[in-house]
């Protein structure tokens, strides 16, 4: 039973963190139909500079919360900013182009991201400080879960949370989810829809610099490939939850922790993506859409 | 109040428009009929910006917008109702009127609008929670007007409003067109296949065939006329 928990709360955390990232896989396709490949890349950004950020503050004496916090931040603005400008680079001269061309555009980027960081950086792993305080009243449960898996979850929570009412209640939002159900009539009601795109970009990029944040202060090492890899894995879950669907994207990142995570743990860990693959197999097969996605037919 | 000079639209290297001259006056209604692909939806999406004209010149009170993009035309009070109505599916029925109001920021000024759209279309008010794509066309059609209407325009264009709807819909709909025009005194260009209602309802008429323009002049008179006759009026 108390194994069961720790694979239920490990699966949690991983699932939490596909979440953050497939988020905004499902956003910027829901608004353009483009699958942003570079996207996991913006979050291996977010994880680099706040390793840079953290390293520099720690130097300077600050410690603990406060390193994570002002770590975080600049992360989250230096990513926003990556993604901001990586779609008015590569995908925005490309939007009458056809479909195949900003897919493409969208590889390439992905590559020369990585390499770009490969060579500012370096190939090896680099160790990543710890951020997140101990906790005494987990003390007892540390086993099950640690300080760092229940900030994964909390925050994963409470930025969904925040995201759907801005989707929901915001002039911003409603003009996000008319764009993206028809952007020329969106445009016929005096939306500027290069802005609702970049703001798209733009959120996307900061949900993935948290996620990219956390992860990397809770596993404590980082390289230039760790985008690729989650990357593909968040892409997986927004495809699972039906892509543009933004309750899909948390559900979809969810089951594939847990997928994941008890694959591993009764199993075997070489079998982890097996799992997760073949579950995505199943899904695409018995429900094209996704879990919580709309047909074709149904979103025109 | 509008005025096209020599308005040429193109879709890839096919031309849609050619050459299309015509002129709105203050507080009127125009209509523009024509046959299936005669240009007529491209010539309100022109006007709009949404297919920017290629050459040619578009004032709209004397100033060219011809350059401008969509959103900054909207803001200068053109709103259009396109063909097809184009509800936002997935969003409620109250929200796709905010999005008519998208530019505005003067909520008691908004809800006073919204309140006259209720007036005019008092079912909308009932299916205010359900969402647009489950709404009936002519309820559809009734909300496509409002939501143009939440911005506030001094120039109105519609294409094709009465496509698909019942006998009594399309009367309700041409009945709405004309108070909206006497009460607001709202400009309007009305696009329209039912040639015989709207040339009843328009106070001059422009006849496009194949991307140019080939009658205008009073309605009173292209009702008269032969050629219309003929071949828009089934007579
Ligand atoms: N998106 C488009 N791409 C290519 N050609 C188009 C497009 N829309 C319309 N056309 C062509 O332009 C011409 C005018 O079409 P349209 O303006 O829709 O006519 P109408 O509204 O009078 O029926 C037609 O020949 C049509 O096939
Ligand atoms: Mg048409």
């Known amino acids: ?300 | 109040m509008l005025e096209l000079k020599n308005v040429e639209t193109y879709y890839g290297n096919i031309k849609a428009l050619k050459g299309i001259s015509l002129f709105v006056g203050d507080g009127e209604i125009i209509t523009l009929i024509g046959a299936n692909g005669a240009g007529k939806s491209t010539t309100l999406m022109t006007i709009c910006g949404i297919t920017p004209a290629r050459i040619g010149d578009i004032l709209f009170e004397k100033k060219s917008i011809r350059s401008l993009e969509p959103n900054r035309i909207v803001s200068l009070g053109i709103s259009q109702v396109p063909e097809g109505r184009r509800i936002f599916p997935l969003l409620t029925v109250a929200e796709n009127l905010d999005m008519g109001a998208f530019l505005r920021n003067d909520r008691a000024e908004i809800q006073k609008d919204l309140d006259y759209v209720f007036t005019l279309f008092p079912i909308l008010k009932k299916r205010i929670h359900q969402q647009g794509g489950t709404l009936s066309g002519g309820e559809q059609q009734m909300l496509a007007i409002s939501r143009a209407l939440m911005s506030k325009p001094r120039l109105l264009l519609l294409d094709e409003p009465s496509l698909g709807l019942a006998p009594l819909a399309v009367q309700q709909i041409f009945q709405m067109i004309q108070k909206i025009n006497s009460e607001n005194k709202t400009t309007i260009l009305l696009v329209e296949q039912n040639a015989f209602m709207a040339l009843k309802v328009a106070h001059r008429g422009y006849v496009m065939e194949n991307g140019t323009i080939t009658l205008e002049g009073p309605a009173v008179d292209l009702l008269k006329d032969e050629r219309i006759k003929r071949a828009y009026l089934g007579l």
Not at chain 1, 276 to 285: D, E, S
């Open chain 1, 1 to 300: 039973m108390e194994y069961f928990l720790e694979l239920l709360l490990g699966g949690l955390t991983r699932g939490s963190i596909y979440a953050l990232i497939a988020l905004g896989y499902t956003m910027v396709y829901g608004i353009i139909e483009l699958i942003n490949f570079a996207h996991g890349e913006i979050y291996m950004i977010g994880a680099f500079t706040a390793l840079i950020i953290a390293s520099v503050l720690t130097f300077h004496g600050f410690t603990g919360f406060s390193v994570l916090i002002l770590a975080s931040v600049v992360a989250v603005i230096y990513s926003a900013a990556y993604g901001y400008t990586v779609e008015k680079i590569a995908y925005k001269p490309l939007r009458q182009a056809p479909r195949l061309s900003p897919l493409i555009s969208a590889i390439g980027m992905s590559i020369f991201l990585q390499n770009y960081v490969l060579i500012a950086q370096t190939s090896d792993f680099l160790p990543f400080p710890n951020l997140i305080p101990e906790l005494p009243f987990l003390e007892e449960y540390s086993h099950i879960m640690g300080p760092a898996q229940l900030l994964i979850v909390i925050t994963t929570a409470v930025v969904t949370i925040i995201l759907t009412l801005f989707i929901k209640f915001t002039k911003t939002g409603k003009a996000m989810r008319a764009t993206a159900q028809d952007r020329n009539m969106a445009m016929l009601m005096g939306v500027n829809v290069n802005k609702i795109i970049s703001n798209t970009f733009i959120i996307g990029s900061a949900l993935a610099a948290i996620g990219g944040v956390l992860i990397a202060s809770h596993i404590g090492r980082i390289n230039f490939y760790i985008g690729f890899i989650a990357g593909i894995k968040a892409f997986t879950a927004a495809v699972l939850g039906g892509i543009g669907s933004i309750p899909g994207a948390v559900l979809g990142g969810l089951v594939l922790g847990w997928t994941e995570s008890f694959a591993t743990g009764y199993v075997s860990s070489d079998y982890e993506d097996v799992f997760a693959f073949l579950l995505l197999v199943l899904i695409l097969i018995f429900r094209p859409a996704g879990l919580l996605g709309r047909s074709a037919i149904q979103k025109v």
